[in-house]
């Protein structure tokens, strides 16, 4: 199944705890919490690019399968990982103390990031 496509957040949760466990700052948690964001992923073979917009903050990742690369965490650390791909529908990486796993089922994106104890659920709907 290709990931290809854009993607709508429609619900999030534990993004408060999981932003704080994480180090973001108050003022950035509480200006994001309520912020809709936009996925965009762009799959050729087993090359990525994932765009996300969140506000005026524009996120963009670039990594292939299976090769060590540069990414940004959500709290605007570049880490060196490699994503994995798991079965032909989940993408799976590990960013220092954080636990990232994508997954399409069906037209959602289902993107769970955990640290500690802490769960960070997105689901996003695709939009085109």
């Not at 108050?26 to 919490?33: A, H, M, P, R, S």
């Not at 506000?55 to 994503?83: H, M, R, W, Y």
């Amino acid at each position: 199944m290709a990931f290809n496509g854009t993607y709508e957040l429609q619900t999030q949760e534990n993004f408060v705890p999981f932003m704080k466990a994480i180090g973001l700052a108050d003022d950035l948690i509480e200006k994001g919490k309520d912020l809709k964001s936009v996925s965009e992923i762009v799959q050729t073979g087993d090359h990525f690019k994932v765009t996300v917009t969140t506000g005026s903050k524009v996120l963009v990742n670039e990594f292939t399968i299976g090769q060590e690369t540069e990414v940004e965490s959500p709290a605007g650390d570049k880490i060196k990982a490699i994503v994995h791909l798991e079965g032909n529908n989940k993408l799976v990486v590990k960013l220092q103390s954080i636990s990232s796993v994508t997954e399409i089922t069906g037209d959602q994106l289902v993107h769970t990031m955990t640290s500690g104890d802490i769960a960070y659920k997105r689901i996003s709907k695709r939009i085109s």
